[in-house]
């Protein structure tokens, strides 16, 4: 019985990480489909759900390395890195991409571009970390 809501309690955690990235991806394809006119479709606005939906999903909370004694202290874990990293460009993004939308700001096309390359390359991270823990043997 516990290990069934143990296991229930992280698949909700799961979905709920994948609403999260969806919304995000939505927050920043909303912004940027208003600004540069070549992605104002809803395919695009899909497209930034799906992404961040995957990017959340397999990159929070990985599963962490093994440790071992004779590990050096000063090696790093490529997949904790690039979630943290990826996880904070993507979740940036989004939250200056929502005080865009509220403010009703009119940013510069090239601050359009960062938020979208910061967001993009974020959610890669996520799921580039996601494939390198569970890749793990």
């Known amino acids: 019985m516990r290990f069934r809501i143990r296991k229930s309690a992280h698949v909700l955690e799961r979905i709920g990480l994948a609403m999260a990235g969806a919304a995000s991806g939505l927050f920043v394809g909303a912004h940027v489909g208003s600004t540069i006119s070549f992605f104002t479709s809803q395919a695009f606005i899909l497209f930034m759900m799906i992404g961040g939906a995957v990017g959340f999903y397999l990159g929070i909370d990985t599963p962490p390395k093994p440790f071992h004694e004779h590990d050096d202290p000063r090696d790093i874990d490529a ?10 460009l993507a979740a940036l993004a989004a939250f200056a991409s929502v005080g865009v939308i509220i403010l009703r700001e ?5 601050w359009t571009v960062a938020i979208m390359a910061a967001w993009s390359v974020g959610v890669v991270m996520q799921i580039v970390a996601g494939a390198i823990a569970r890749g793990r043997k």
């Open 106 to 110: 009119d940013l510069h096309i090239a």
């Open 79 to 88: 997949a904790e890195f690039l979630s943290a990293v990826g996880t904070f």
